[in-house]
């Protein structure tokens, strides 16, 4: 989904205020940062808003957990985007 990532960078860039930032797939909320649970609820804001969609309660807790990272993030956001 490197559409959806190319579109995602410039939201993450402007939230975590580093202009340098560069999303690959593989990329975890450890590699970011200052990505805390605060931070969390601004990204998923953010993007909200930038591709008109809604994330629910679940979602959210889910965005840092095991296993997650920028490409699952992706998926979402496509999934949602798409409906």
Do not use: H, Y
């Not at 200052?34 to 953010?46: K, P, Q, R, V």
């Not at 889910?62 to 949602?80: E, P, Y």
Request: glycine content about 4%.
């Amino acid at each position: 989904m490197p559409e959806i990532r190319d579109e995602l960078q410039p939201v993450f860039r402007s939230v975590f205020g580093d202009d340098e930032l560069i999303l690959r797939d593989e990329m975890t909320a450890d590699d970011i940062d200052g990505w805390d649970s605060m931070m969390t609820i601004n990204l998923m804001i953010a993007i909200e808003k930038r591709f008109k969609i809604k994330f629910a309660a679940a979602e959210l807790a889910n965005i840092k957990a095991d296993g997650q990272n920028i490409g699952t993030l992706c998926a979402l956001v496509a999934r949602k985007a798409l409906k």
